[in-house]
Each structure stands twice: as structure tokens, then as C-alpha cells.
Antibody, heavy 117, light 106 residues
């Protein structure tokens, strides 16, 4: 079945970078945009941006521009989200989600990123 | 930037009908999608493009969208419907989520 498998939990110190991966299976990886959404503890969903796996083109939410980089490796059907200069309020669960016709039908299970000194 | 407003919480008696609203400027001109999220789990799409149910979502879930308000309606509410619900739209090539509504089934 269609699946997005994300990398494991990370603990980072303030100022470091974190890179989360999202491996797609059972569908054409280059046929759908991949989005990244995060959720801080006890908070709502926050969209971070998307990557077009076919072209590599990206669109980032203004809040994250300059700090986030989304990439992909089509040979292994994997998307990546790297967040730099992390702070304590970047502590959150980070989800990848396949973009369908405006909605998000398929989600990864999430990757907990903890930023702590 | 575009904003979506949801009530923080909604309560419904078991077996009754719950309505969760999502307010936005002329939201009726946009496609609205709704997600259910239970603690510790990823969101699940329950309504797409205002009023369509994905496969596997009970008919008890329905949606509407007009003017400045979109509404998710859950009929015959069950204990298992207790969750957070989020609305979502696209605006100017960006994705916008509502703040979320915690549904409590009494």
C-alpha cells in the first residue's frame, strides 16, 4: 500500500541542523509533490513547504525561508527536510505528506525532533 | 496572509450531531479539506474539497462551505470521534491550516 516511512527521532543542540528523511513506496514518487508539516507539543499543524520531486523545485513558507531546505533523491524515492540553526521552539513532530489535489491523503508517522542544550 | 479561525473546543453528546466551523474571508471560493487527528497519531483526511469523503470514512462525516464559513458535521457522534479536527485550504501557493478544534464526546 502507499506508504511514507520517516527517519527516527532526533535530539539536537541549539544552533545545529537536523535532516529528516521520508521514503515513499507503492506509488510514483515523481508524480506528487511532497509537503512537510510540523506540530509543536500541544499545538496545531504548521505547513513548512513543498518540493516537486520531479523537478526539485521548492516553495517554502515565509516563516522558514532561509532556514529550511527540501531536497529529494529520486533513485531511492526519498524526500528530505533539513532545518538549520534550530532553537528550542523548533521542538516538534515533523510530518511528510503527499500532496494530492490540494489535500493530504497520505502522511508519514512523524519524526520527533527535540532541541535541547 | 490568509487566516482560518476554528473554535478551540466543541462538545457533543453521544449519538448527537457535532458541527465544527472554519471561518475565513470568502472561504466559500476555496476548496476546504478537513483532518482528524487523535493523540500520538498522524492526521487523517476525513473530508476533501468541501464535502467529499475519502474511502473508508463513515457517511456520518459531511462537509459544507459557503460565504465565510466552512462546516464539518459529524452525525451520530461516537466515542471514537473524539479528536482534534483541522481545516485546510490553499492560498497564494501556500497551505493554510486552521488552529484546530478539540471535539469532546460526552
Amino acid at each position: 500500500q502507499v506508504q511514507l516511512v520517516q527517519s527516527g527521532a532526533e535530539v539536537k543542540k541549539p544552533g545545529a541542523s537536523v535532516k529528516v528523511s521520508c521514503k515513499a513506496s507503492a506509488y510514483s514518487f515523481t508524480g506528487y509533490y511532497m509537503h512537510w508539516v510540523r506540530q509543536a507539543p500541544g499545538q496545531g499543524l504548521e505547513w513548512m513547504g513543498w518540493i516537486n520531486p520531479n523537478s526539485g523545485g521548492t516553495n517554502y513558507a515565509q516563516k522558514f525561508q532561509g532556514r529550511v531546505t527540501m531536497t529529494r533523491d529520486t533513485s531511492i524515492s526519498t524526500a528530505y527536510m533539513e532545518l538549520s540553526r534550530v532553537k528550542s521552539d523548533d521542538t516538534a513532530v515533523y510530518y511528510c505528506s503527499r500532496g494530492d489535489v490540494g489535500d493530504f491523503m497520505v502522511w508519514g508517522r512523524g519524526t520527533l525532533v527535540t532541541v535541547s542544550s | 496572509s490568509y487566516e482560518l479561525t476554528q473554535p478551540l473546543s466543541v462538545s457533543v453528546a453521544l449519538g448527537q450531531t457535532a458541527r465544527i466551523t472554519c471561518g475565513g474571508n470568502n472561504i466559500g471560493s476555496k476548496n476546504v479539506h478537513w483532518y482528524q487527528q487523535k493523540p500520538g497519531q498522524a492526521p487523517v483526511l476525513v473530508i476533501y474539497r468541501d464535502s467529499n469523503r475519502p474511502s473508508g470514512i463513515p457517511e456520518r462525516f459531511s462537509g459544507s462551505n459557503s460565504g465565510n464559513t466552512a462546516t464539518l458535521t459529524i452525525s451520530r457522534a461516537q466515542a471514537g470521534d473524539e479528536a482534534a479536527y483541522y481545516c485546510q485550504v490553499w492560498d497564494s501557493s501556500t497551505v493554510v491550516f486552521g488552529g484546530g478544534t478539540k471535539l469532546t464526546v460526552l
